[in-house]
Antibody, heavy 118, light 110 residues
C-alpha cells in the first residue's frame, strides 16, 4: 500500500524559507514523479512542480521559478521528497499537498498547512 | 493563474444530471488528456476521471468525462447529496511545461 505522509504545520515570518517533506513508501503506483500542489484559503488548486524520484530531475511552474527547490532522498524503499519555498510572502499561506500522480490514479498526502505571517 | 476556465458554480436537485465545462487552449486541451478532481472542504483532492473519460476503481459510473477540441466536460448523472463538492479539471500544458488546473466549480445539491 502506497502512502504519502507529509510533515506538520509550519508558521513562518515573511522571508524565512519553509521546507515541507513528503515521505513515500510502497510501490511506485502512479509513476516516478512526486508533484506538489497548493491551495490558498478559499482558492483553487495550483500546481507548483514535480520531481523524479529516481533521477532527482525537476520541473517547476513558471510562477515559482527561482524560489522553489525540490529534492529527494532515498533509504531502501522509502523516498522522502522535500519542497522548499524561499522568500515566502503572506500570499504563500496555503495548504501544500504532495501527490504521486496528477494524470493517473495515484495517492495524495494529507496536506501541510503553511502560514506566513509577521 | 489558471488557464483552464470553469463556471464558478453548478447546481441541481437529487436525481438530475449536472454538467461542468472546462475550456482551455491548443497547448493544453487539444494536445493532452484531461483529468477531473473532486474535493470536499478540508480534504485532499480525489481523482474522479483521468485520460478524458476513464474512471479509477471505486468511482461510481454516475460520473463521466468527455473532451472535444479545446473543451472538456464532466457529467454527474443521478445527482446525489454526497456529490456536493468542488470540482477541478487539470491538463498538461506543452507551452508552460506544467500542469494547469481549472478555476474550479462548486456543485450544490438543492
Amino acid at each position: 500500500q502506497v502512502q504519502l505522509v507529509q510533515s506538520g504545520a509550519e508558521v513562518k515570518k515573511p522571508g524565512a524559507s519553509v521546507k515541507v517533506s513528503c515521505k513515500t513508501s510502497g510501490s511506485t503506483v502512479g509513476g516516478l514523479y512526486i508533484h506538489w500542489v497548493r491551495q490558498a484559503p478559499g482558492q483553487g488548486l495550483e500546481w507548483m512542480g514535480r520531481i523524479n524520484r529516481n533521477s532527482g530531475g525537476t520541473n517547476y511552474g513558471q510562477k515559482f521559478q527561482g524560489r522553489i527547490i525540490m529534492t529527494v532522498t532515498t533509504d531502501t524503499s522509502i523516498s522522502t521528497v522535500y519542497m522548499e519555498l524561499t522568500r515566502p510572502t503572506t500570499d504563500d499561506t496555503a495548504t501544500y499537498y504532495c501527490a504521486s500522480s496528477i494524470g493517473d490514479p495515484g495517492f495524495w498526502g494529507q496536506g501541510t498547512q503553511v502560514t506566513v505571517s509577521s | 493563474q489558471s488557464v483552464l476556465t470553469q463556471p464558478p458554480s453548478a447546481s441541481g436537485t437529487p436525481g438530475q444530471r449536472v454538467t461542468i465545462s472546462c475550456s482551455g487552449s491548443s497547448s493544453n486541451m487539444r494536445s493532452n488528456t484531461v483529468n477531473w478532481y473532486q474535493q470536499f472542504p478540508g480534504t485532499a483532492p480525489k481523482l474522479l476521471i483521468y485520460s478524458n473519460n476513464q474512471r479509477p476503481s471505486g468511482v461510481p459510473d454516475r460520473f463521466s468525462g468527455s473532451k472535444s477540441g479545446t473543451s472538456a466536460s464532466l457529467a454527474i448523472s443521478g445527482l446525489q447529496s454526497e456529490d456536493e463538492a468542488d470540482y477541478y479539471c487539470v491538463a498538461w500544458d506543452d507551452s508552460l511545461t506544467a500542469y494547469v488546473f481549472g478555476t474550479g466549480t462548486k456543485v450544490t445539491v438543492l
